[in-house]
């Protein structure tokens, strides 16, 4: 079982940084694939970013591609979204996800990942 743990939500302006992050217990992530989802009212979850822990590899939705990094660190099982260049439309409720899915199409799917976060908000002002 894992225990995810989001955190480091606000409000900002546009044109402001965040960094969320995601921490993890009851077990490593070392075999996990972990990824950033959003929810803005009346939407849909949607695929922010992902990481596979074992090779650092990771993956990006067009909409965030440029202004936003996910990272983890090993010693602290947790996992980082800083956003860079907020805008008004990134408001939402911001979710961590993992799972001990593989590499490919499915990372991009809320629906394949097992354990969730609480979610933690972010709304940007314009």
């Known amino acids: 079982q894992v225990q995810l743990i989001e955190s480091g939500g606000g409000l900002v302006q546009a044109g402001d940084s965040l960094r969320l992050s995601c921490a993890a217990s009851?077990?490593?992530?070392?075999?996990?694939?972990v990824g950033w989802f959003r929810q803005a009212p009346g939407k849909e979850r949607e695929f922010v970013a992902v990481?596979?822990?074992?090779?650092?590899?990771?993956a990006y939705a067009d909409s965030v591609k440029g202004r936003f990094t996910i990272s983890r660190d090993n010693a602290k099982n947790t996992v980082y979204l800083r956003m860079n260049s907020l805008k008004p439309e990134d408001t939402a409720l911001y979710y961590c996800?993992?799972?001990?899915?593989?590499?490919?199409?499915?990372?991009?799917?809320?629906?394949?990942?097992?354990?969730w976060g609480q979610g933690t908000q972010v709304t940007v002002s314009s």
């Open positions: 996800a993992a799972d001990q899915t593989g590499w490919g199409p499915r990372v991009f799917v809320p629906t394949d990942y097992d354990y």
């Open positions: 990481i596979r822990w074992s090779t650092n590899s990771t």
């Open positions: 009851g077990r490593t992530f070392s075999s996990y694939v």
